[in-house]
């Protein structure tokens, strides 16, 4: 089946917007939040908790990390990454570009793609527009990006120019050749790409403008969270989001805190990736419906509270936040997995409740008044 978007409702008062994405492996309803497996897992986390706990609807892999370790033979071998992990919904794939960013003292970037060491073995690798492709596709990712360079904050206007115009001169490689392959494994995949142009207003303008000629299902924005100020982050955003079709998934790469989902949201943006609960929850901190609790704090000690006594999920609501700081700073596992679906059960929950909220119309009073208990520290 082809991979479809459909805008379901619209909030009067803000961009704000419910969705619904339709793959060959399940509905998404959007507003919504990827959590991130990078490596083929949700860091603490498996799948059954992913899951019936916390009700992801699509979980991200990393092209970069897979095809490194397990590498591309076993994923294959086991009919692509949704058999190899056991994962029966929506899969996406991040191309590497964010490598080519974060790795920077490890590759070499040129017009015919990036050179790079790996962190594993420090052995030599070559990513093209094309090799990316053909990777996220033996990956079997239902939602493949397009390969692109992400520039950091702060960046030189003439090299975010340079670079801007090198991931165009790439995307219409990656689609040249994605557009004369085909999925490996029986359903549908798409290819999304990506606005680049780092804080520059006139970049971001033309990298917009760009991608929405090219009318694609899914439109995401990059470059972004990559140490700007919110106010920056969300400047962007609003920018590109007027630029973009109105009838694409918006989708934000690399965002964020609940407040920025919030911002985000009314902004016009559908999908957010990150990383922040799962991290911030291994470092103890912890996102609940009361505000944002550091568990190690001594306050906690003795605390005979649930870690959210409003959380969906029974275990969260019978372990205490004594208990919890107690795992966290003897750094056993049971910590790391805890606060990882407090975390991330908060996040899915965020996402429900924004939904339905756009629903009854009532989103921009609801979100004033999350917006105070997510940055709040109790």
Request: charged share 20%; hydrophobic share 35%.
């Amino acid at each position: 089946m082809s991979i479809d978007f459909s805008i379901a409702y619209s909030c009067r008062n803000t961009s704000a917007r419910t969705g619904l994405l339709n793959t060959g492996h399940g509905l998404i309803e959007t507003p919504t939040f990827m959590p991130v497996g990078t490596q083929g897992t949700v860091k603490s986390l498996n799948q059954h908790q992913l899951l019936h706990d916390i009700g992801a609807q699509i979980i991200l892999g990393n092209t970069y990390h897979l095809y490194l370790r397990p590498g591309l033979e076993v994923i294959e071998t086991a009919g692509g990454l949704h058999n190899f992990i056991a994962w029966p919904r929506p899969l996406l794939t991040d191309s590497g570009g964010y490598q080519v960013y974060s790795l920077s003292d490890r590759r070499k970037i040129s017009e015919e793609g990036v050179t790079f060491s790996s962190h594993i073995d420090g052995s030599r690798h070559t990513f093209t527009p094309e090799r990316a492709i053909e990777i996220q596709r033996i990956i079997g990712a239902d939602i493949i990006m397009a390969f692109d360079e992400c520039t950091p904050f702060p960046c030189d206007r003439d090299y975010a120019s340079k670079s801007l115009e090198l991931t165009h001169r790439w995307l219409d490689r990656c689609i040249t050749y994605f557009d004369n392959g085909e999925s490996r494994y029986g359903y549908d995949q798409i290819l999304v790409p990506i606005v680049q142009g780092s804080t520059y207003e006139d970049l971001r303008t033309k990298s917009a403008s760009f991608v929405s000629e090219l009318d694609t299902t899914i439109a995401a924005i990059g470059g972004l969270s990559v140490g700007e100020p919110s106010e920056l982050l969300y400047n962007m955003t609003d920018l590109v989001c007027q630029i973009l079709p109105r009838s694409s998934a918006r989708y934000l790469m690399g965002v964020g805190t609940p407040a920025d989902l919030l911002h985000c949201i009314s902004l016009g943006v559908d999908m957010f990736d990150c990383v922040l609960p799962t991290r911030n929850g291994r470092h103890g901190l912890i996102y609940t419906t009361k505000g944002l609790v550091n568990i190690k704090n001594r306050k906690w000690q003795n605390s005979t509270e649930p870690i959210d006594e409003h959380s969906p999920i029974e275990l969260l609501r019978s372990h205490s936040k004594s208990y919890l700081r107690h795992l966290i700073i003897s750094k056993e596992m049971l910590g790391a997995q805890l606060a990882s679906m407090q975390n991330l059960s908060f996040y899915s929950e965020l996402m429900k409740t924004a939904r339905n909220m756009i629903r009854e119309d009532r989103f921009n009073d609801w979100k004033d008044q999350m917006l105070e208990i997510v940055t709040t520290k109790i």
